[in-house]
């Protein structure tokens, strides 16, 4: 039974590989394939989930730390490419080309105009903003038949001409007491890292593609809990990055575990 079974195991590969499909990617509990679950919890301490996620690869790890430790061992001494996330304060670690969220951005800044409704400056800071940041979206690049390196020089500029208008809007209020001042000191802080996408187009200009790789271990983490162990957490993270990976590359999850099985089983 060496081609069928996975060591002294008492499922055969192709009912291990449905429960680990049904699991992951259906998002059954375990007990509806007849299974075990326990808490999501690791050993009952909390921790979070680390999500590095490409448009063809996810990879996730499970960590008891938020510090920025974690994202260096993630990308690695070696990472050369563009990291996008959100404004938090571990990924300023890296050191290389970062996009930040506009989206988030721009979330913050429509909560603001929420809470201050009746600032008129608030409310006029926070659409222009929002028109540059369409105005940038809407960039086409600059003429294709100039040579690659003239069109690399033309993106650059019109990202350094994008920085200066966003920090016009900014300056006025990011050394005062504004209610403006919170915001704009965060372009102050992060403009080179604003328009990245506008020299890199294949950069998106927010962390959607991440934020929706992580969606799946969330239902998962509200429907079970956790683990028990480091293993159990690992093994977790080990499925659902290759579960990802495959369906982000368009694969069929389900042959390409019962593949991945099958070859260990000679």
């Known amino acids: 039974m060496s081609a069928e079974v996975l060591g002294h195991g008492r499922l055969g590969v192709k009912v291990t590989s449905l429960i680990a499909y049904l699991r992951t990617v259906m998002r059954l509990p375990v007990r509806q394939v007849q299974a075990d679950e326990t808490g999501w919890r690791e050993d009952g301490r909390n921790g979070y989930i680390w999500s590095a996620s490409t448009p063809r690869v996810r990879y996730y790890e499970y960590h008891h730390s938020r510090g920025h430790e974690v994202v260096q061992a993630l990308l690695g001494e070696d990472f050369q490419g563009v990291l996008g996330s959100d404004f938090y304060a571990a990924y300023n670690i890296h050191q290389g080309l970062h996009q930040r969220c506009w989206?988030?951005?721009?979330?913050?800044?429509?909560?603001?105009?929420?809470?201050?409704?009746?600032?008129?400056?608030?409310?006029?800071?926070?659409?222009?903003?929002?028109?540059?940041?369409?105005?940038?979206?809407?960039?086409?690049?600059?003429?294709?038949?100039?040579?690659?390196?003239?069109?690399?020089?033309?993106?650059?500029?019109?990202?350094?001409?994008?920085?200066?208008?966003?920090?016009?809007?900014?300056?006025?209020?990011?050394?005062?007491?504004?209610?403006?001042?919170?915001?704009?000191?965060?372009?102050?802080?992060?403009?080179?890292?604003?328009?990245?996408?506008?020299?890199?187009?294949?950069?998106?200009?927010?962390?959607?593609?991440?934020?929706?790789?992580?969606?799946?271990?969330?239902?998962?983490r509200k429907i079970s809990g956790g683990s028990r162990s480091p293993t159990g957490s690992q093994t977790r993270m080990a499925l659902f990055s290759c579960f990802g990976t495959w369906a982000a590359q368009g694969l069929n999850p389900f042959l390409q575990c019962l593949a991945l099985l099958s070859q260990q089983t000679h």
Do not use: M
């Open 103 to 220: 989206v988030h951005f721009l979330r913050d800044g429509h909560d603001l105009k929420e809470q201050y409704a009746d600032d008129a400056t608030v409310h006029e800071w926070f659409t222009q903003v929002k028109a540059l940041y369409e105005q940038a979206r809407a960039y086409v690049g600059p003429d294709p038949d100039l040579p690659p390196a003239k069109r690399e020089a033309a993106r650059r500029q019109h990202q350094h001409a994008l920085e200066q208008e966003l920090w016009q809007l900014c300056a006025p209020y990011a050394h005062t007491a504004s209610p403006l001042q919170t915001l704009c000191k965060r372009v102050e802080r992060f403009l080179p890292e604003l328009f990245v996408f506008i020299a890199r187009p294949e950069v998106p200009s927010d962390n959607n593609l991440a934020e929706r790789s992580v969606r799946p271990l969330v239902i998962a």
